[in-house]
């Protein structure tokens, strides 16, 4: 089994930073793709960034320019660097790991985090 516990989150104005970090544990040989999703009141859980064990990644349009996805493969742990955040950004963010390559759907999925909490004001 794999365990994912997700940190970082928070409250924050418009505009601001925060990083977000995923820590993997348990069976993690068991882990390539790694991803961050989100999740606002009443909408549906939605792909952030997605990167492999390669470093290969994918970002959502409406994150790009904005937001990083990396990982060290080595501890290992992903993290999400965001910048110049929106309100719309405000969301559950959770971690997510998976055996294949980079996807983007939400079932295509594993292993999940329990999610943290970035709130925008504006």
């Known amino acids: 089994q794999v365990q994912l516990v997700e940190s970082g989150g928070g409250l924050v104005q418009a505009g601001g930073s925060l990083r977000l970090s995923c820590a993997a544990s348990?069976?993690?040989?068991?882990?390539?793709?790694m991803a961050w999703f989100r999740q606002a009141p009443g909408k549906e859980r939605e792909v952030v960034a997605v990167i492999s064990t390669g470093g290969s990644t994918y970002s959502a349009d409406s994150v790009k320019g904005r937001f990083t996805i990396s990982r060290d493969n080595a501890k290992p742990t992903m993290y999400l660097q965001m910048n110049s955040l929106k309100p719309e950004d405000t969301a559950i963010y959770y971690c997510?790991?998976?055996?294949?390559?980079?996807?983007?759907?939400?079932?295509?999925?594993?292993?999940w985090g329990q999610g943290t909490q970035v709130s925008v004001s504006s």
């Open positions: 997510a790991a998976r055996r294949g390559t980079i996807a983007t759907m939400k079932w295509e999925y594993d292993y």
């Open positions: 348990g069976s993690i040989f068991r882990i390539n793709a």
